[in-house]
């Protein structure tokens, strides 16, 4: 009953930042664990970050820890990630997700998706 609309994707240069926003609807996100996720083609689906119901606990990455940040507003009932210094390898399609509060690292732990936004960094 949870409907989550991404935005904010597009192409840029390597080195560039892009803000990806998330917008929910139909229910309050503040119980759940909110993630980002990345799938490029041929490639698995990954967590590139997640942040607790409360918004004190962030998770990240390894390929994008201290350049990607995750946020939350639970009163607006949006998530965002800031992307820093940009790579090629950052290229694919970036979902929202919502699930339960432990921030599990599998994908199929999350019971409500967004339709992703593309982004795609050129060199």
């Known amino acids: 009953q949870v409907q989550l609309v991404e935005s904010g994707g597009g192409s840029v240069q390597a080195g560039g930042s892009l803000r990806l926003s998330c917008t929910a609807s139909?229910?309050?996100?503040?119980?759940?664990?909110m993630g980002w996720f990345r799938q490029a083609p041929g490639n698995e689906r990954e967590r590139v970050a997640a942040i607790v119901a409360g918004g004190g606990i962030s998770y990240y990455a390894d390929s994008v820890k201290g350049r990607f940040t995750i946020s939350r507003d639970n009163v607006k009932n949006t998530v965002s990630l800031q992307m820093n210094s940009l790579k090629p390898e950052d290229t694919a399609m970036y979902y929202c997700a919502a699930g339960p509060s432990l921030c599990r690292l599998n994908p199929n732990d999350y019971n409500y998706w967004g339709q992703g936004t593309q982004v795609t960094v050129s060199s």
């Open positions: 139909g229910y309050t996100i503040s119980t759940y664990c």
